[in-house]
């Protein structure tokens, strides 16, 4: 009998002893999903769907990735605001960010007309561009850690199979889930907006010739480049709006192969020394040549931003989805075309932070 009762005390001991085991494994794998080796941290998440789609049927979650430094926080607030009121899709914003500015941008979500919003943030750690980025050591300060955000899709909305990415410098004007909707070719893992689209965007780099062309950000004088074969006139394309197969992606381990072309020009320079544009997209324009699709060009009207003048009329611009303030004239910060167009979706910052500048500056950097 003695014998009896103590297997059946071990016989439970070990049954309790299994069911608290599976519970910690399962413990430890939402643990291991809510973090990675990227140093990409969730602090912030909204998930409840709105009364209006759950009466819908509305649940197919639309992924939008923006990145959120502190002094152009004000840029994608009106962002995504643009975004928020043109759809009634199941939008989900996932906002990139340093550690620094977490609380003030929760203080703008949380106190204004955006408080519903469905958003994630995530805090971008810049140790993971260490040897990936040239940086000199009297002009550390320009380095901006966000602007590659764009390179770890997969790692910032990890259970996503589609995401779009915008630049804080845009306004959308229709609805997003048509760009969402863009459609990829098979084995393409992006679709961006070709420079050569339009004929306003002929503006040559002195001694780059056209900076629209491949020539314009990389040196093809480098023995790395020319092997690649890729001819230098070739049309570039805009990395500030693009939408991404994130299944794809991760097949084709596109951010190792980013990383990789980031890391050689450590080593041997091979971006072009009068480089047009952000350095984020030489590394883009390697690893997506000729293996990307195109989305319509007016989901990407840029180059606001470039001078103060307007390049475009006003019912081009009423008729446009998405413009894009790319260039030095950010409307927040400077003289910039149709700034009153931003300045609708703008939400004025609760703690005073913000403010908007109608004057030159040189704060202000283009991306």
């Known amino acids: 009998?003695?014998?009896?009762?103590?297997?059946?005390?071990?016989?439970?001991?070990?049954?309790?002893?299994?069911?608290?085991?599976?519970?910690?494994?399962?413990?430890?794998?939402?643990?291991?999903?809510d973090s990675n080796s990227l140093g990409l941290q969730p602090i912030d998440f909204i998930p409840v769907v709105p009364q209006r789609l759950a009466d819908e049927g509305t649940d197919k979650e639309i992924s939008v990735v923006i990145a959120a430094s502190d002094e152009r926080l004000g840029g994608a607030i009106a962002a995504m605001n643009s975004i928020y009121h043109h759809t009634r899709s199941n939008v989900v914003f996932h906002i990139v960010t340093l550690n620094d500015t977490v609380d003030h941008l929760r203080l703008w979500l949380s106190n204004t007309a955006l408080k519903n919003l469905r958003y994630r943030i995530l805090d971008f750690d810049p140790c993971v561009l260490e040897g990936k980025v040239q940086v000199d050591p009297q002009k550390a300060d320009t380095l901006k850690p966000l602007t590659f955000a764009r390179f770890y899709l997969p790692s910032l909305v990890p259970h996503a199979e589609k995401a779009i990415y915008v630049d804080d410098d845009v306004i959308v004007q229709d609805d997003i889930l048509e760009l969402y909707n863009t459609p990829l070719k098979p084995g393409h893992a992006a679709a961006?907006?070709?420079?050569?689209?339009?004929?306003?965007?002929?503006?040559?780099?002195?001694?780059?010739?056209?900076?629209?062309?491949?020539?314009?950000?990389?040196?093809?004088?480098?023995?790395?480049?020319?092997?690649?074969?890729?001819?230098?006139?070739?049309?570039?394309?805009?990395?500030?709006?693009?939408?991404?197969?994130?299944?794809?992606?991760?097949?084709?381990?596109?951010?190792?192969?980013?990383?990789?072309?980031?890391?050689?020009?450590?080593?041997?320079?091979?971006?072009?020394?009068?480089?047009?544009?952000?350095?984020?997209?030489?590394?883009?324009?390697?690893?997506?040549?000729?293996?990307?699709?195109?989305?319509?060009?007016?989901?990407?009207?840029?180059?606001?931003?470039?001078?103060?003048?307007?390049?475009?009329?006003?019912?081009?611009?009423?008729?446009?989805?998405?413009?894009?303030?790319?260039?030095?004239?950010?409307?927040?910060?400077?003289?910039?075309?149709?700034?009153?167009?931003?300045?609708?979706?703008?939400?004025?910052?609760p703690t005073g932070k913000f403010s908007l500048i109608r004057r030159h500056s040189e704060a202000y950097e283009a991306k």
């Open 192 to 349: 961006f907006s070709d420079d050569c689209d339009s004929t306003t965007n002929k503006v040559a780099v002195r001694g780059a010739g056209n900076q629209y062309n491949y020539i314009g950000f990389l040196d093809y004088k480098k023995e790395t480049i020319r092997k690649l074969a890729m001819k230098a006139n070739t049309c570039s394309f805009n990395p500030g709006v693009f939408v991404a197969n994130l299944t794809e992606w991760k097949l084709q381990n596109i951010t190792k192969q980013l990383e990789k072309w980031m890391a050689l020009n450590v080593a041997e320079e091979i971006y072009s020394r009068t480089l047009a544009g952000s350095i984020t997209t030489p590394p883009l324009l390697i690893v997506f040549y000729k293996q990307h699709s195109s989305i319509d060009p007016m989901w990407n009207v840029r180059h606001l931003g470039s001078s103060a003048g307007k390049r475009y009329s006003p019912q081009f611009v009423k008729a446009a989805k998405l413009l894009h303030w790319n260039g030095h004239f950010k409307p927040w910060g400077r003289t910039a075309s149709y700034a009153e167009v931003w300045e609708k979706w703008y939400v004025p910052d």
């Open 1 to 33: 009998v003695n014998i009896s009762i103590l297997i059946v005390a071990v016989v439970i001991f070990l049954l309790v002893l299994h069911h608290n085991f599976l519970g910690l494994s399962d413990f430890l794998k939402r643990e291991l999903s």
